[in-house]
């Protein structure tokens, strides 16, 4: 009885030394830790106190936009665009050297019919870096559809629309989080053969576009922290209609324009690169919404439709009195960096 109470009192103190010592080299290993945390702070410092980290030779280059380039023959449809360098004022005063598609960001607006060949060209502008171009909207290989077009050269792709929907699209080259927030966004429209069932209700249409900003061309904050900005722009549907960049204030200092007792029709998509959308017009609700644009996800009836990062919707909603109604993501911290756009409704 003694000898076994002793074993276990023996084992206890060895258990307990052993402890101990573990605890004391964690406590070691924290401050080594914390130390290497102080080193780090301090480059940061010093890195945050350098020029942004803009690509030598993208240093005096700022692209002049090049128009979309669409051709249709038949349900063959032939786009050609650009991959770039632009600078875009996401504040007044501040400008970003973007990397883009034609000089804008988000990219150029595209829009096919369900069943169309898409006959792509990517010229690369770029004299420093290879890209590429995603199309959310097709089935391919993905190291062939989407493969990376080296500088100053282009690159042919052929795909098929057979989806219809308010598809992402966006360079794909690696690191693609820097190519997708240095600015390399934008929107695929894919018209559904027989139209959506709301059709002959809407009254206007607009196509609206969430996306993040951060410190420039910083792949650590892009990958760590919260967007410096939150932006909306819109891209011209047709003739006469507003084509923005995301930028801080496009779509308040310009509102949207509606009559009162219209029918509206956002096509909305949020190309991120990292944030969720919850999409909200204040003062309305929508009574028809296609998921991803596709007429077979009708909902009816909601409040906020959830946008994922690259997802997209169709949502209508109809505005029954004179004013100004404000849409905003309702993460609230997201609108109050910039994400928030305004309809004013007139007789
Ligand atoms: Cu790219």
């Known amino acids: 009885m003694f000898k076994k109470l002793n074993f276990i009192l023996i084992v206890g103190i060895i258990a307990t030394v052993l402890l101990l010592t573990a605890c004391g080299e964690d406590v070691n290993r924290e401050a080594e830790v914390s130390e290497d945390q102080a080193e780090d702070a301090v480059e940061t410092v010093s890195a945050e106190e350098e020029a942004p980290e803009v690509i030598g030779s993208h240093e005096d280059l700022n692209q002049e936009p090049v128009p ?29 050297k973007a990397w883009t598609f034609n000089g804008e960001a988000p990219g150029p607006l595209v829009e096919v019919n369900e069943g169309d060949t898409i006959h792509f060209t990517l010229d690369n502008l770029d004299p420093a870096i290879p ?27 052929s795909y098929k629309a057979d989806n219809p929907g308010v598809f992402m699209y966006h360079c794909g ?64 549907l047709e003739e006469g209609q ?65 946008l994922p990062t690259s997802g997209g919707a169709v949502v209508e909603f109809t505005v029954t009195e004179e004013g100004e109604y404000p849409f905003v993501t309702h993460q609230f911290k ?9 309809i004013n409704v007139t007789e």
């Open 131 to 157: 890209h590429s171009m995603d199309f959310h909207a097709v089935h391919t290989a993905p190291d062939k559809g989407f493969a990376d077009v080296a500088p100053n050269e282009e690159g042919r792709f």
């Open 68 to 96: 979309l380039e669409v051709e249709r023959d038949g349900s063959d449809v032939y786009v050609k665009m650009t991959a770039q360098i632009t600078d875009i004022e996401i504040e007044e005063g501040y400008n970003y």
């Open 173 to 236: 080259t690696d690191p693609v989080l820097s190519h997708i927030a240095n600015g390399m966004h934008g929107v695929i429209i894919v018209h559904p053969d027989d139209g959506y069932p709301t059709d002959d209700e809407v009254d206007e249409e607009y196509v609206i576009i969430q996306n993040e900003w951060y410190r420039y061309n910083d792949l650590d904050d892009m990958t760590n922290n919260e967007p410096s900005q939150v932006v909306f722009s819109t891209k011209a």
């Open 334 to 342: 997201h609108a109050t960096k910039g994400a928030m756009g305004v």
């Open 242 to 306: 507003a084509n923005t960049n995301g930028v801080i204030g496009a779509l308040q200092d310009e509102p949207l324009e509606a009559n009162v007792g219209d029918k509206v029709r956002f096509y909305v998509n949020n190309v991120g690169p990292n944030e969720v959308s919850s999409f909200h017009v204040i003062g309305t609700l929508f009574d028809d919404v296609y998921l991803d644009g596709n007429p077979a996800n009708h909902l009816e009836g909601m409040q906020t439709v959830m």
